[in-house]
């Protein structure tokens, strides 16, 4: 067996709400987290055990209701800019009654910057939305936090295509060199350490020097 769907049959098994939302994310295409990426994330959410964590790209909540299960007693504020999406996520939060734990912001991340500050610090940043401006999401978020603050970024291997584009359409290869820019960006930051671990679509770590 080739080692992917080795680790792969190790997977814990989703319970059914979980499910559902995984069912709802493939049918309309929602670009949520993959079961070995959210479940690394996890783990690593239950070695840090945040208090606050903020989450640029909500989607329809999958991953911040995951990032709760991981560590129950954090609070997490979550940024979405699309309308549809988020609606999806002020009821699935609503569903797993969680609405105490995870804040939503509708909006662009952009231009959250003052309303996100009044939760802050966080000791966890999360980066999940659009692939061109995580080195503008960077630059705005990481000042809000901790003095052990994590930084968290997903998809920075984008499919594959961000080691090797040849295979890639226009459209991708154009994302793919965004996330290039910004792992290179990302791995000579003199403040900052990172690794890239290859799970999932890529996530990487980063914490301060
Ligand atoms: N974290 C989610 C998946 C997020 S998909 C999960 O794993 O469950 C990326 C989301 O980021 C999309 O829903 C998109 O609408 C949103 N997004 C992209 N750019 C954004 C921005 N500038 N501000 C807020 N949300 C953004
Ligand atoms: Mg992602």
Avoid: C
């Amino acid at each position: 067996m080739e080692h992917k769907a080795y680790l792969q049959s190790l997977l814990p098994e989703s319970t059914d709400q979980i499910k559902q939302l995984e069912a709802y994310a493939s049918e309309h295409h929602v670009p949520i987290m993959e079961p070995e990426g959210i479940q690394f994330l996890m783990q690593l959410i239950r070695m840090q055990r945040p208090s606050a964590i903020l989450e640029i790209g909500t989607a329809i909540g999958y991953s911040a209701l995951r990032m709760l299960e991981a560590s129950p007693d954090s609070e997490i504020v979550t940024i979405e800019r699309d309308e549809e999406r988020y609606r999806q996520a002020v009821q699935n939060i609503e569903a797993f009654e969680a609405d105490d734990r995870i804040q939503l912001l509708y909006g662009d991340a952009l231009d959250l910057k003052h309303e996100v500050e009044e939760q802050a610090p966080y000791d966890l940043l999360f980066i999940d939305a659009a692939k061109g401006k995580y080195e503008e999401f960077f630059q705005i978020y990481s000042p809000l936090l901790s003095e052990n603050g994590v930084i968290i970024s997903d998809n920075v291997l984008f499919k594959g295509y961000v080691a090797d584009d040849s295979q890639a359409t226009k459209r991708m290869a154009k994302i793919a060199k965004k996330i290039r820019g910004y792992n290179d960006w990302l791995v000579s930051h003199p403040d900052f350490h990172t690794v890239i671990v290859p799970i999932g679509d890529g996530i990487a770590i980063t914490t301060k020097k």
